[in-house]
């Protein structure tokens, strides 16, 4: 198969756009649809995923879901298992109405700790009582910049129902998450390669808030492959989910993205390349985690741009 077919055309155009094409070839090389042998003890040892849902209302939703290490495995490399029994569910998150046998997923498992992170797009082909079991379509490595490094301490039993408020507008708390988040992780979806979870990170204050309803995110060197931004100039549905570690919280938010190219920078936000992406809220939730968690943040990472007021 020739590499280009890798692509689909939001992710070409983007590529095209920031004059990337050339490298983007050359590091999708890294593509497989199997997970590597060497990833498969690394998921199997994550307490938390990242996972990208899209629901029948055609709402994207990011999702954070965490269980005791092994409740993600591979045996095959082929498929993802997901070890969330139903009574552990929380049905506070959209993910789980979601879900669905033949609905996409993407997820992402990231070891803030150890700044590795390895993504894996597919299609749920099972779901029960237990869990659920997802076909793999794609799976890469990915790099470790802008992770900010944190080690969970902790981690309770999950209590549920917990609580959940819901809204549409940013004020007040759920402003000020925004506003002090340094990581933020983005759910995208294509119907040619599926739903796709990724990572976005940063210095505080990185996120902007531009009104009660619109974010404004730098867009920083990476790949090269634009997954993200591909999805959304292809379809710009999207959603965010922004954890509060202190407090114990996720911020989900679903709406619509829309990128920005060759914008003013006098502060180098971008760190160059002089590109945002701006997301209209439609809606949120904010919701304590099923399980209560106790973070260690360590350091930050050295390559995030300075964020300015």
């Known amino acids: 198969m020739n590499e280009h077919n890798f692509f689909h055309a939001g992710e070409r155009a983007v590529q095209q756009s920031a004059g990337e094409t050339a490298i983007a070839d050359r590091n999708i090389a890294v593509l497989t649809d199997t997970v590597i042998g060497g990833a498969r003890p690394f998921i199997a040892k994550q307490f938390m995923a990242v996972l990208a849902s899209v629901g029948a209302d055609g709402k994207v939703w990011s999702s954070l879901v965490f269980g005791k290490p092994g409740f993600l495995h591979t045996d095959s490399g082929r498929a993802i298992v997901i070890d969330v029994a139903e009574k552990e569910r929380d049905q506070a998150d959209p993910l789980w109405a979601n879900l669905a046998t033949g609905s996409d997923l993407g997820m992402l498992f990231i070891e803030l700790g150890s700044r590795r992170r390895y993504r894996v797009n597919g299609t749920v082909q099972h779901?029960?009582?237990?869990?659920?079991?997802?076909?793999?379509?794609?799976?890469?490595?990915?790099?470790?910049?802008?992770?900010?490094?944190?080690?969970?301490?902790?981690a309770g039993e999950p209590a549920l129902p917990v609580q959940a408020a819901h809204g549409t507008v940013l004020r007040g708390t759920v402003a000020d998450i925004v506003q002090q988040a340094d990581t933020v992780f983005v759910a995208s979806h294509n119907t040619a390669s599926g739903a796709d979870a990724?990572?976005?990170?940063?210095?505080?204050?990185?996120?902007?808030?531009?009104?009660?309803?619109?974010?404004?995110?730098?867009?920083?060197?990476?790949?090269?492959?634009?997954?993200?931004?591909?999805?959304?100039?292809?379809?710009?549905?999207?959603?965010?989910?922004?954890?509060?570690?202190?407090?114990?919280?996720?911020?989900?938010?679903?709406?619509?993205?829309?990128?920005?190219?060759?914008?003013?920078?006098?502060?180098?936000?971008?760190?160059?390349?002089?590109?945002?992406?701006?997301?209209?809220?439609?809606?949120?939730?904010?919701?304590?985690?099923?399980?209560?968690?106790?973070?260690?943040?360590?350091?930050?990472?050295?390559?995030?741009?300075?964020?300015?007021?």
Not at 128 to 142: L, S, T
Not at 260 to 281: A, C, I, L, M, S
């Open 127 to 154: 779901l029960d009582a237990h869990g659920a079991e997802v076909a793999i379509r794609e799976a890469y490595p990915n790099c470790p910049k802008y992770i900010q490094r944190r080690h969970l301490r902790q």
């Open 198 to 309: 990724s990572h976005r990170g940063g210095t505080p204050g990185f996120v902007k808030v531009v009104d009660d309803t619109t974010l404004r995110i730098p867009d920083y060197h990476g790949n090269s492959l634009f997954n993200t931004l591909g999805n959304i100039t292809a379809d710009p549905r999207a959603g965010l989910c922004i954890p509060d570690f202190v407090h114990g919280q996720l911020l989900q938010l679903t709406g619509t993205a829309t990128v920005q190219w060759d914008q003013d920078d006098p502060h180098n936000e971008t760190g160059g390349t002089r590109r945002y992406w701006e997301f209209k809220v439609g809606q949120w939730i904010l919701r304590d985690t099923p399980q209560p968690l106790e973070w260690e943040y360590l350091d930050a990472s050295p390559f995030n741009p300075p964020a300015h007021a």
